[in-house]
């Protein structure tokens, strides 16, 4: 089993920064996908990054050139920068290998007008 602890959302003005980041612990195959997703009130989860284990990075094109992603092993980071209010959401971890998906419990990113 893989669990996944996240860390780092909270409450910040428009065009702050905020980083979380996403610990992975358990049975990690050394091929895997990590990255993160948001869901905003009232709208579905949605992509916004994803690293493979080979560091091949992907982006929604709403974030290109203000979060990055990265990761160290079985830690994943989403660093948020030039923050806009339409990125309040809760943002979920996600650890995916072959047919296993495993999700965080989620947090939330509060960004104010």
């Known amino acids: 089993q893989v669990q996944l602890v996240e860390s780092g959302g909270g409450l910040v003005q428009a065009g702050g920064s905020l980083r979380l980041s996403c610990a992975a612990s358990?049975?990690?195959?050394?091929?895997?996908?990590m990255g993160w997703y948001r869901q905003a009130p009232g709208k579905q989860r949605e992509l916004v990054a994803t690293?493979?284990?080979?560091?091949t990075t992907n982006y929604a094109d709403s974030v290109k050139g203000r979060f990055t992603i990265s990761r160290d092993n079985a830690k994943v980071y989403l660093r948020m920068n030039s923050l806009k209010p339409e990125d309040t959401a809760v943002y979920y971890c996600?650890?995916?290998?072959?047919?296993?998906?495993?999700w965080g419990q989620g947090t939330l990113v509060t960004v104010s007008s």
């Open positions: 996600k650890f995916g290998s072959g047919s296993l998906e495993v």
């Open positions: 358990g049975s990690i195959f050394s091929i895997n996908v």
């Open positions: 690293i493979t284990s080979g560091g």
